[in-house]
């Protein structure tokens, strides 16, 4: 039997555009299951793309960790 991983937030590093200034950024949204078999990793992502667009990062960004459901 497979355990569910849920996340409730993402360290990334990410960018504004058009400069070359990269931050380190702990982003939280709901709580999401990863391990879904169809995409739960791609909808967890498309949710710190929507809070890192919110605080106005709307460039490239790259997952350090993720922050796991305690």
């Known amino acids: 039997m497979d355990t569910q991983t849920h996340v409730i937030?993402?360290?990334?590093s990410?960018?504004?555009r058009h400069v070359n200034d990269?931050?380190?950024?702990t982003?939280?949204?709901?709580r999401t299951q990863l391990n879904c078999e169809y995409?739960?990793?791609?909808?967890a992502c498309g949710k710190v793309r929507e809070?890192?667009?919110?605080?106005g990062?709307?460039?490239t960004w790259?997952?350090?960790?993720?922050?796991?459901?305690?």
Request: charge should be positive; glycine fraction near 6%.
């Open 62 to 70: 790259s997952l350090i960790k993720w922050i796991k459901e305690a």
């Open 27 to 30: 982003v939280t949204f709901e």
């Open 9 to 12: 937030g993402a360290k990334v």
């Open 51 to 55: 809070e890192l667009n919110k605080l």
């Open 14 to 16: 990410c960018k504004t």
């Open 39 to 43: 995409s739960g990793q791609a909808v």
């Open 22 to 25: 990269r931050h380190i950024r």
């Open 57 to 59: 990062f709307k460039s």
